[in-house]
């Protein structure tokens, strides 16, 4: 495994340098000064103990959950593109359960909290996965579409149902204090963290060392071989990933409101679940990577705020960053693959049968 | 390669053979455009050429019918060469397109065609580019007899009609058969060139392999022992039909019979009515990259997805990667198989290698029964003749073994019982049935002693 991972590496490397000197590039077209937007770029998201903390680190923890779930559907083969709704999902259920547990001790509180998010990411994954079961439906489809649904019902909760007892703004009222992730003094982090990288460990372990991580990546790389020749019954391995990484992203959502805002609103995921899509590929599905990846798409994020307020350069040039990154990767691996070497884990979908 | 010259003549089929990585496609590949020679020049018409793509190609009225089929199933026939075709005139359609159009519906979607017909679609579609120089590589690997003499009627016609063909093939018989001109290669050079007349089976054989060893049919050997190593046997009934421990089975039958569904039905794979089996079974598809392995993994990874849960690396839940690594290595020494090591994804390995991988994984597992699908297909002369030495091996441990080949030759070769499907019903060849005897009974014909 060791020269193809070296290679990930370099290629990553190289792409976000490339991403910075596209940046570059288009902000000093666009009449920006460039070393002053960089350096705020920088300012924003390492420059100082709290930017880190309260912002690179807190972006990327949803980051890196979600991640984790997309990368966990991929190994098996299939697409999660709706971890944003099954994001949303959690959050509306821990901000439920999270105003109704505040004479809880904090333990059992955030349990509480956490354990509905992650049920209700499961609950609305199941929609799609019973859809692509029973009637062949394509997950890519039905899990984005799901994405606007749940974002509606958000809306409607805020609005309706669950809206703060004032009545005022279109959000919940704030979750118990009991149920709220612990985190370092006089900084935004939260225990959410170590959550993502104590899961990111746990999802590296399964896939290196369990039968159910192996049969799981055997599916996604040669799902006739796994089930002619391996008899996995791989109906119902696909099925139980797609719930397991829609798992992961409710609990995503449950920890955002449990660790960040403790109240739902609107707007909540600034597009959480489809960065993840990029994290998760940046990090060629392993789940170490996503740890890294994770990090560096909040450092951009957090930086992009930086940059917005510092240089008044619109936050969206850093999504062009971002684009340009995986287009580099999605390249390099598109050569790699013509010259006969690499592969994104996605296996089967990418390399037909000109093996032999 | 090394060096290979090849010349192809208006009017002949220049059959091209050779082992497995004996060069043969590469040549094909580059005469085709989809490979670029390092060194060498290629003519046409006496002229020099240069061609970066198949695109090129098809300029300059080359067609190729790859071994794998291109065509694309949710397509009917006539947007398949729709697709295809670049150009078509009086040649293409005239001469042979009609022919090779009798039988088939062109508004027939391609995936509901016979192989055989599949086949023709190929070459219909290489025809409907404008091809007056056909490369067929490997056309035969998926026919069964009858439908070859079809096929090589087919092509004498193109020719006769001042086509070009070049036929890759490891199959002598069929060189002797057909072609008017051969060409040997092995290891990326030629050993042999000359008319088809002046050659035997022996000497090509001879040029494919090298050495004094060539043509050396092993024979069944040694004591059958009526019970496999861990004493257990296997039980499969057909019907009526009982097989024993020991037995080496055949299996005929032309392709869409239902023999695919009888040995998957055996391997446990699906149910089937009439079919019961006991017995510790293992199961070689006939499709290895598919089926049989999963190309991005590694060596030892496929072992252990066709081994599962054995004790040996299988701790509960946790998988133990170094003893399977470890036990990979053996196997890996064992089979004579050539790999880096454990660690190599099996898509870089060779065909016959990979398959000895299934083979590998097949007898790790101690079967008591061992089912396989078209065991050798693509296969040289040297590992299909080590395949069965295995086969036969295991038989004499007292393991059930079934085999199905689409050739026939090969069935009648290793079995010692020859079963026939046809149409879904499986009947028993009569001992010491031959070729045309079990031929005909493939085609529904009635075997007269019983």
New interface residues.
Partial sequence: MSPPAGRALFTGFVAVAIGFVVLAAGLSLGGYDPVLSLGALWRGAFGSWYALTSATLVRAVPLIILGLGVALAFRAGVFNIGADGQFYAGAIAAAWIGVRVAAWPSVAAIGAVLIAAVIAGMLWIAIPVLLKIRFGVLEVISTLLLNFVAEAMVSYAVTGPMQETKGIYPQSDAIALVARLPGPQGTRLHAGFLIALFLAVLLWLLF?????G?RL??VG??P???E????IPTRRVVAMALVWSGALAGLGGGVEISGVTYALFQNLSPGYGFTAIAVALLARLHPLGVILTGLLFGALEAGAQGMQREAGVPAVAVQVTEAVVILVIVLAEALTRRVGVG?W?L?NRR?P?E?? | MRGADFALAPGEVHALVGENGAGKSTLMHIAYGMVAPDAGSILVDGRAVKLASPRDARALRIGMVHQHFTSIGGLTVGENIALAAGRLDGWTAGVVGQRLLEGIDLDAPVEALPVAQRQRLEILKALATGAKILLLDEPTAVLAPAEVDELFALVRELVQAGGAVALITHKLPEVLAVSDRVTVLRRGMVTLHGATQEQTDQSLAQAMIGDAAAGNKEQATGDRQQTSRSGQQATVRIHNIELHAGELVGVAAVEGNGHRELLRAIAGLGPLPGVQVAGRVAFVPEDRSTEGLIPAMSITENMVLGLGDDPRWARGTRLDWSAARVRTGELLEGFGIVAPGPDVPTGTLSGGNQQKVVLARALERHPTLLVLENPTRGLDARTTGEMHRRLREAANTGVTVIVYSTDLDEVLELAERVLVVWKGEVREGPTGADRRAVGAMMLGVEPRER
């Fill in positions: 290196t060392r369990t039968a159910w192996f990546r055997a790389l040669g006739l071989a796994a002619v020749s391996g008899r592969s884990g296996g390399a049968a093996e032999r």
